[in-house]
């Protein structure tokens, strides 16, 4: 650029310097100015009155437009008395590094040749610089030597030309790019968009995705239709999600995402799947003390009560169900706009009981097996799925305070029935003999020999009411 001079630039600038007020420039400042003309590898540019500088053609694109007249944003560098220019370079771009132009703040770049203590060795056209393994990255990484072979842009963050020594940060550069590209993508978000991201980090209430230097978070509740236990089960750090801009708050810098709602609602259209009456197969999902929620179709779970889990008495949910459990059902109700179900695994079995209640009568000895004990009787399995039950009372003729005394779980037992309840599905059943009284009887047996007892005379002779009499002690 020696064979230009002011003039030169003036004239072909075209009267661009047109009497405006003066501004002074100075190093670090940011300016745009107009470029003027490109003379081999160098583009003249002019600031105002008297102001003209200089960028290297190379710190433009390969083919990006550098014709007169087109306006460029620069960093001023340094002023070149010799020539009256102003030394400039585009924002962000790697400058030439010499140990004449090095100052902190330059954008620089080189390659990663080794590992050293703390950090790693970069050699910028042949200026050994070092890399500090805090200044690597944006986030922690656990294995910098990944980098080694590397090109990278790092920002001069401290020159030392006297010990020849040169500090670097990548950290810097790629900050300064997240905050561009966020100034960016935050201009372009917008409620309920649908966008490609990478998972990275997850909590217990919830993942952070990066959306390409923005960050935002999906809740746990957002993660999928079906309930969800850890976060984990849904995404892991690293993963690529598609996610729907839920909320923007670009006053506190927040982003709510949501995972499930970038696909469609399973309960959509529910009601041209599923009817009432209709049989299905189920898994068990989890389980509480009122019955269990299974899932029918991925994101579709219904409620199996627990007097809809057998034909026989339970006594708890664990007697039927287990989590992870597939299961018959039938939909017993379905209520799309509560999105809510009910279902039945009984009612998807025959019932045990049809047919069964006719055939046993009072007074009748069957065969069964103790199925379980309780506190107040043994219910015994008599056929598939039809249950009896003994009275604690009626488990001996002799007092029993505990039912295990009598019987043990998977016993045999031949038991007489006492009585059939159609209706409420009972049968009892008892394991005394036959002839032994009913508690009523016995009771009023009991009664009579009291009453009998009480009127029988005395040995002697004498009557009660004698000895009463003639003990004196009736008598005033």
Known sequence: MAHMTLEDLDELSGGLNAPVAVRRLEKGAEVTGTVVATRGEDVFLDFGVKDQGVVPRNHFGKNEDVSAGRRVDVVVERHDESQGLWVCSRKGAVQRATWLNLDRGMTVEGRVTGLNKGGLEVDVQGIRAFLPASQVDLHFMKDISVLIGEVVRCEVTEVDRRGKNLLLSRRRVLEKEAAEKKAVLLTELEIGQVRTGRVRNVTDFGAFVDLGGVEGLIHISDLSWRPVGKVTDIVDVGQEVEVKVLKIDRERDRISLGLKQARPDPWTGIETRLQEGMSLRAKVLRVADFGAFAEVEEGVEGLIPISEMSWSRISSVADAVKVGDEVDVTVLRLEPGKRRMALSMKQARPDPWAGVIESYAPGMTVKGTVSRLETFGVFVAVAPGVEGMIHISELSDKRVRTCDEVVKVGQEVDARVLSVDGPKRRIALSLKPAHSAAPEA????????????????????????????GSGLGRG
């Open 442 to 469: 016995i009771e009023a047996a009991a009664s009579g020999r009291r009453a009998e007892r009480k009127d029988r005379p005395r040995r002697g002779g004498l009557s009660s009411d004698w000895d009463w009499m």
